[in-house]
């Protein structure tokens, strides 16, 4: 099982961007998806971004919300999965979650990090 960490949140203004890593320890990264998920405050966590795994050639999933300012990627010879965020606006601001899935890139994400925190700034 892997093990993740985020990193790479912060305080932007609206227009700005910040790209976020996941760096997962431990075996088979590769053989997860890998999902980026959020948390505003006093509201639900959501899926805002997701990427298949080896198995399934670069497949991505993004929630409308975020459909082009938004990219996923992922560096498998790093063990890293990034978000790459454009054109914040406030209603970005949440806690922000990567997560780990042998299931499918929209369900069964049962390996999470810590979480880390971006601020959009109006």
């Known amino acids: 099982q892997v093990q993740l960490v985020e990193s790479g949140g912060g305080l932007v203004q609206a227009g700005g961007s910040l790209r976020l890593s996941c760096a997962a320890s431990g075996r088979g990264f590769s053989t997860y998806a890998m999902g980026w998920f959020r948390q505003p405050p006093g509201k639900e966590r959501e899926l805002v971004a997701a990427i298949s795994s080896i198995a399934i050639a670069s497949r991505t999933y993004y929630a409308d919300s975020v459909k082009g300012r938004f990219t996923i990627s992922r560096d498998n010879a790093k063990n890293t999965v990034y978000l790459q965020m454009n054109s914040l606006k406030p209603e970005d601001t949440a806690v922000y979650s990567c997560?780990?899935?042998?299931?499918?890139?929209?369900?069964?994400?049962?390996?999470w990090g810590q979480g880390t925190q971006v601020t959009v700034s109006s």
């Open positions: 997560a780990a899935s042998r299931v499918s890139t929209l369900r069964g994400y049962d390996v």
